[in-house]
């Protein structure tokens, strides 16, 4: 009796274990019973649906596609009444659910991700017949494969593109009153069912469509955009050459390129062995070409090159990943190594890294998940460490980025404490992770818009997308990192150009010597003229870059003809040369007498017409003689315009470098906006994981541009053609126009992205010519004492109303043309391709 008694207290667990598995198996049966009775798909046969895709192809880069459905279901559903309700409430959701028909299954829950973009809320009108629903999806076919894009499956295939409708069950017997495909240009290849109208060779429609077969097109997509989506799909052979390769890394490389030839020039130019100061600054320059060229190599290549050794020698596990995180943190050692960090902080950073490493040796051999891995799932205290993992890479390459300008721009002057360079890396990182962390909560909100809850339990979806989010984090910053240590380039080149330029040693150079012109030449291709050519996929930089330099020695040879300090006068001796050596406050005093002789011959004082004419004689006589001292076609008054504000030709390039840079600052924010943040932008943006680097590298991309071309002006301002500031800045813009302009033809042409073209040549146009009007008021400063206001020194400086009139016309023209590119709505640029 007593065994009984115990075999039976044994038992007991069991039969528990039982009955609940019992009972649980029920509840699953009963869920999914009420779920099928929850949708009630036999109440929707009275819904009706009207739903159009539209492709937009000409003018982007890749393909966008836009789903559109308007969706009527009886009032009489049970679950109508719940579409009303708040986006957040589950009733809501489940009925969203049942009518779209979206989900997969995780457990015995069923979830959906969407990787569409819903730019514009779903919208939900109550009606006398009906409760309507408006949904609207928007897709970018960035490379082959298959996009679920609201009630549509677009496939693109590496032939021809498939679209086809995806029906939901519980619409199956609803009546389809209009279904659309615009193809945006192409004409399909085949429609089924056969029974397809349209307005159009590029429109298939259907009407009062009752049946269960989805409709579906096959089309051509047009060549640009098709050859963009191949070039961006791994595993194709074009992959290697296309954005994410070659082409991302050309406009780099190209760059170092000229950098490094641009440094053998200069050294040629000396024409003696180069003082230890000067050959600190080319070293320098041909280390930074070095460095930038290896780290844009390894950013665009090192998935790829890691991918080859995987397969060649039977690597297990994907540590691509990984392997970009220590390489960005390899390379933010050597910057701080070139920017010769002190040493205290060296070894802070490298034992740190060093740390971080062993760290993750023994989370991957432990298989503990404590940091992402190709294997385990974070979880614990990984959430958190995660963060910190990619946070310490970053800091060292900004703290590399700070430090290596300063060198590169200073060579060894005073400049910020090794303390304010850190405090200032921490910042920029601690914004780079942060806007990452918070952009992942945006993203997971949107992909999961339909789910009740999903648990952050280890092993849910929320996991696994949380760890691949920062799995991948450092191999996506890489480009990013990439373009903005190219903004450091031109430091280089002024850094060298400022230690190397012949007139700290020629008393008589009154403007750059021809190996400086050629510096300043590549300097004005490579850092002014714009680097986003982009043709079928693939880079088109080399077009802008040879019509960059193209233009621009096309300018120095127009400047040398007919610019006034080219003029020969003595011994055929330029005219900058001669007056060179006479102090400048000479020329700035004949001129302001010169203007004086000119007003009292417009102007005759009151006296007998005999006394007013032997007046004017001497007056007429005393300027032949002012004349006849220079050549033909020169005036005295033309000496200051010329000659510009500062005694040396790199004092006018760092004035006209510091005013463009104060004048282009709201044109920094014109294009920021533009490309930044108006229409649906910003939504893209704030998803983005590196969407903090984006937006410091859109900021200094135009801001670099201005005072690069405020820099080109004013270095050669002596040279360029044009009487005046305004004139020479106007020369200038038309050789920045030249490579953009031709590119925009050709983007024309191709139907390739062509964004923000037009708005870049007017907002250089305007920054310029406002920097040469500046240059001109200050060359007269000196004469600011005796006129009331600026407006009236600028009225004598110029002396031509119909001239004033005429500028302030194109400024006009040139700002109206801004505001319409400002004001003009666009669609959204393409987001970055989901992970």
Known sequence: ????????????????????????????????????????????????????????????????????????????????????????????????????????????????????????????????????????????????????????????????????????????????????????????????????????????????????????????????????????????????????????????????????????????????????????????????????????????????????????????????????????????IVLCFFGKVRRSLLIAVCGLVACTAALYVCAEVAEYPLLPTSDLLISGPGLELAVLFNLLPIFLCFLGLVASGQRLLLLGDRGLSQWVMACVAAGLSAMTLLWAFLSFDRSWERRTWLNDSVPHSPGSPWNDKYDQWWWWFASDAMPALADIMFFLTPLALVGALRVCRAEQREGDSFTPNESEKLVLVIFFAVVVVPNFAFYFGFSGYITTLVLGVAAAWALLALGRSISVLEQPIAENAPLGKVISRTDRSEWLRLAHHYRELQSRLHHPSAGSPSGQSASQESIEREIDQLDQCLPEGVRPIDLPFAIGPMDTWWGNARRCALIACFVGLPATGLMYWMDMVRGDSWALLAEDATGFLRAVVEILYWQVTWVGGGFFLGALWRDLPGRNGPMKAFYVAIAFAVPVGVHQIIAQITGDAMEGTVAAMAAFASVTTCTGLVMDLQTFQGERRYWPSNASLLVYVYRMRLGSVAFCLAQIGVLVTIWQSFTKGGAPPTPPSPR
């Open 1 to 332: 009796m007593i065994h009984l008694r115990r075999h039976v207290l044994l038992l007991l667990p069991v039969l528990l274990l039982a009955l609940c598995a019992v009972s649980t198996s029920g509840a699953a049966r009963a869920a999914d019973s009420r779920r099928a009775d929850f949708c009630n798909p036999d109440r929707l046969a009275g819904a009706t649906v009207s739903t159009t895709s539209e492709f937009v192809h000409r003018g982007r880069a890749a393909s966008m596609i836009t789903s559109r459905a308007d969706i009527t279901v009886p009032v009489d559903w049970e679950q109508a009444p719940h579409l009303s309700l708040d986006a957040h409430s589950l009733l809501y959701r489940d009925a969203l659910r049942c009518l779209l028909g979206k989900g997969w299954q995780w457990g015995e829950e069923t979830y959906t991700y969407d990787y569409e973009w819903r730019l514009k809320p779903l919208s939900v009108t109550p009606g006398e017949n009906g409760v309507s629903i408006h949904y609207e999806a928007v897709a970018w076919v960035q490379n082959l494969g298959v996009y679920e894009v609201g009630l549509w499956t677009l496939e693109a295939r590496k032939d021809q593109w498939v679209i086809q409708l995806r029906i939901p069950p519980n619409l199956a017997k609803a009546t389809w009153e209009n279904v659309a495909v615009r193809l945006g240009g192409p004409a399909a290849l085949t429609a089924v069912p056969p029974t397809a109208v349209g307005k159009g060779r590029a429109e298939v429609s259907w009407y009062r469509k009752k049946s269960n077969e989805a409709p579906q097109v096959a089309f051509q997509a047009p060549a640009a955009q098709q050859w963009t989506a191949i070039s961006q799909s791994p595993g194709e052979g074009w992959w290697v050459l296309g954005i994410g390769g070659a082409s991302g890394a050309f406009g780099i490389f190209a760059g170092c390129v000229l950098a490094f030839i641009a440094g053998r020039r200069l050294r040629r130019g000396l024409g003696r062995n180069p003082l230890p100061v000067e050959e600190n600054a080319l070293r320098g320059l041909c280390s930074w070409a070095l460095i930038l060229a290896l780290f844009s190599l390894v950013a665009y290549f090192g998935d790829d090159f890691y991918g080859f050794l995987q397969s060649r020698f039977s690597w297990k596990g994907d540590y691509a990943p990984v392997v970009s995180l220590f390489s960005v943190a390899f390379f933010g």
